[in-house]
């Protein structure tokens, strides 16, 4: 399956860049199912964590790729 998930270990942290992912991403949910807002960026893809959702210790971006 195409599913990558990103760790991030601050609650502090309100976006993530992450460049030369191997697929396009289709789609992009915390691991409770809140959805995650990206956008594509020339830097990579940019991830917003929802502020209401961002776990203290281990907030988990879970990524589906599309082929």
Do not use: C, Q, W
Request: proline residues 4%; negative net charge; without cysteine.
């Amino acid at each position: 399956k195409n599913t990558v998930y990103h760790h991030l270990l601050s609650e502090t942290i309100d976006r993530i860049t992450v460049p030369d992912m191997v697929g396009k991403v289709k789609y992009a949910r915390l691991l409770n199912g809140t959805v995650v807002e990206f956008e594509e960026a020339s830097s990579g893809t940019v991830f917003r964590i929802p502020e209401d959702f961002r776990d203290p210790y281990d907030t988990v971006i879970v990524v589906t790729l599309g082929e």
